[in-house]
């Protein structure tokens, strides 16, 4: 099973930028779909944005535009810039795999029960 381990959170203000990072503990990662998820204290995890093995990304409404996810084969590493960071953006994030899906052309899913492994999480926490 692949691990995955996030690093990159921390605290900014309204309006700041941060980048996250998932280190895959394995060469097949670059086959996987990936995404990141988030989930604020007392609502439901959510998807943020997904990618697939050939770099096409998909994003939710609530950040298309402000947010970046990539990927960097040759490091096993999976990014998420996150720009003009909002209140609402505060939320653990977590990275997640889907071993089973070798999407190139097709957009990777964003639910949840679609990922089977999945990083410790990173905190993400947004002053006004």
């Known amino acids: 099973q692949v691990q995955l381990v996030e690093s990159g959170g921390g605290s900014v203000q309204a309006g700041g930028s941060l980048r996250l990072s998932c280190a895959a503990s394995?060469?097949?990662?670059?086959?996987?779909?990936m995404a990141w998820f988030r989930q604020a204290p007392g609502r439901e995890r959510e998807g943020v944005a997904t990618?697939?093995?050939?770099?096409?990304?998909s994003y939710a409404d609530s950040v298309n535009g402000r947010f970046t996810i990539s990927r960097d084969n040759a490091k096993n590493t999976l990014y998420l810039q996150m720009n003009s960071l909002k209140p609402e953006d505060a939320a653990m994030y977590y990275c997640?795999?889907?071993?089973?899906?070798?999407?190139?052309?097709?957009?990777?899913?964003?639910?949840?029960?679609?990922?089977?492994?999945w990083g410790q999480g990173t905190q993400v926490t947004v002053s006004s």
């Open positions: 990618v697939n093995s050939a770099g096409k990304p």
């Open positions: 997640a795999a889907a071993t089973s899906l070798h999407y190139y052309t097709t957009i990777c899913p964003g639910l949840q029960d679609d990922y089977d492994a």
């Open positions: 394995e060469y097949r990662y670059s086959t996987y779909c």
